[in-house]
């Protein structure tokens, strides 16, 4: 299966010193020798919102180059080394991530924090599939996908130091409903719709933490690496930015929100960013049965209902902060002009299951 090489060259606004990057990783990569001899080829993946991602390309292997944002002011949001140091320490414990190679502190080097990993070679899925697949094998594929996610809840945080240091202890729903609430308050817009009745009802309905486990918080098809050699197995997981230790359900709520189903209507399945509405793809009420069953959980569809409006409602936060940036001319990418009536129908599908 021929694997599409989706990096571009380097945005004028994006290029960084790639010779002092190459003499950086000569001398913190000493581990891997003569195959970081010379000055790399530099390419760059589009796409994300976020931190930036480059391809350096040497004769004899592939890394990946992980940087903020040029100009970027909030470290917080864009904290190399917690994105650094999860991944790493998963590494001996969950078999989805990536080889780390360095983490660079220096900002001398190229402006900013940046950290460098193995390439994962494999086909990342968008909002079609590249290739044919029976109903099975698509039932399959999907199997694999929330096969993997169980396996990263079920990982002993507390026998990781640095990942238990991520956790602040129970209380993660409470604090997401507070945290997601606050943020739609502080990106209103004149044009902004009445969520009271929706916030009202999550502060009213939240169960306490099922569970603390590290989540990943953006659990997508376009954020894994299926295998070069089987297109229906992953072989890699993307983007930990935004991994915390928190609720397992919560991680799946926030998941299923991205999850457009084949009898979902037009507006909502001009949502869709992965092949989910290809025959044989699993149902959200089919992900959750499955899941609840893997967990041992007991999910009904009452108890469900609250992950699945949190997850509409962060969405909707989402969208409304996209929005507020192309409402006050932060942006003129006219892309953005879909995320105000995209906010509008999530707070009527968030309306319509809080009842």
């Keep these: 299966m021929t694997i599409a090489d989706e990096s571009r060259p380097v945005r004028d606004e994006d290029a960084f010193d790639v010779d002092a990057v190459a003499a950086w990783l000569r001398e913190h990569a000493e581990a891997f020798g003569d195959d970081l001899v010379g000055t ?20 004899a292997r592939e890394l990946i180059l992980r940087r903020p944002p040029v100009g970027a002011k909030a470290k917080s949001a864009h904290d190399m080394g917690r994105e650094y140091t999860i991944q790493r320490a998963l590494a001996p414990v969950f078999p989805y991530v990536a080889q780390m190679v360095g983490l660079c502190r220096d900002e001398s080097v190229i402006g900013s924090d940046f950290y460098v990993m193995e390439r994962l070679e494999g086909t990342i899925l968008r909002q079609e599939l590249p290739f044919e697949l029976t109903a099975d094998e ?7 996908a929330w096969q993997a996610l169980v396996r990263l809840h079920r990982v002993d945080v507390a026998a990781v130091p640095d990942l238990a240091a ?96 084949a009898d979902d209507d037009d507006f909502f399945q001009a949502f ?41 409602f962060r969405l909707g936060v989402i969208c409304q902060q996209i929005w507020y940036r192309y409402f006050h001319g932060q942006t003129t990418n006219e892309a953005y002009v879909r995320f105000g009536p995209a906010v509008a129908y999530l707070e009527s599908r968030c309306r319509a299951l809080v009842g």
């Excluded at 760059?44 to 350096?56: D, E, I, K, R, V």
């Excluded at 698509?138 to 694999?144: D, G, K, M, R």
């Design 138 to 144: 698509a039932s399959t594929l999907c199997e694999h």
């Design 40 to 59: 790399p080829a530099v390419r760059q993946f589009p796409g994300g919102a976020s931190n930036l991602t480059y391809l350096l390309r040497y004769p």
């Design 166 to 261: 991520l956790g602040r202890g129970e209380g993660y729903v409470a604090r997401q409903v507070a945290g997601w609430t606050d943020r739609l308050a502080r990106a209103a817009t004149d044009d902004l719709g009445d969520w009271s009745s929706v916030t009202d009802w999550l502060a009213e309905h939240q169960p306490s933490d099922v569970r603390q486990c590290l989540i990943h918080n953006d659990w997508r098809f376009d954020n894994m690496v299926l295998a070069p050699d089987d297109r229906l197995r992953v072989h890699g997981v993307l983007d930990w930015e935004m991994a915390t230790v928190g609720d397992p359900l919560m991680d799946l709520g926030g998941a299923l929100a991205y999850w457009i189903q």
């Design 272 to 312: 869709r960013r992965q092949p989910t509405t290809a025959p044989g793809m699993w149902t959200r009420e089919q992900v959750v049965a499955w899941y609840a069953a893997q967990m041992g959980f007991e999910v009904t569809p009452t108890q469900w209902r609250f992950y699945e409006v949190f997850g509409l």
